[in-house]
């Protein structure tokens, strides 16, 4: 991936934590769990954070799957300090945010699907 397409999906993901504060980290993750962009805090381990996530998101389609609910929309890990929200983007990736405690998961949410409808598009271009 050059770099221009890194850069774009940054931008993508600094945009989505400016229009929700409440969002304090993001990463765009393959689905064999590469990071391609992040929006991380400095101590973040870029390689963990993309293989956790690629993993949750597996056992969450193989859930829906194995109980006939459809299709995976979005899988949320609520902790006593905050949430990770993992969502699908197209069929190669994944848009993880991490948010505060005192976060509005319906706004997140609507953050996060604006950031992966530009995302879809940019990551079309590759």
Known sequence: MSKKWRLELESTLREMSRADPQIIASAIVRNDGLVLASSLPKDSDEGIIG???????????????????????????????GDVVICGVGDSALLSAITNSDSNLGLVLLEMRRASEKIQEILAQI
């Open 51 to 81: 293989a956790m996530g690629a993993a949750v998101l597996n056992i969450g389609n193989r859930t829906v799957n194995e109980l006939k609910r459809g299709e995976l929309s979005k899988v949320i890990i609520s902790g006593s300090k």
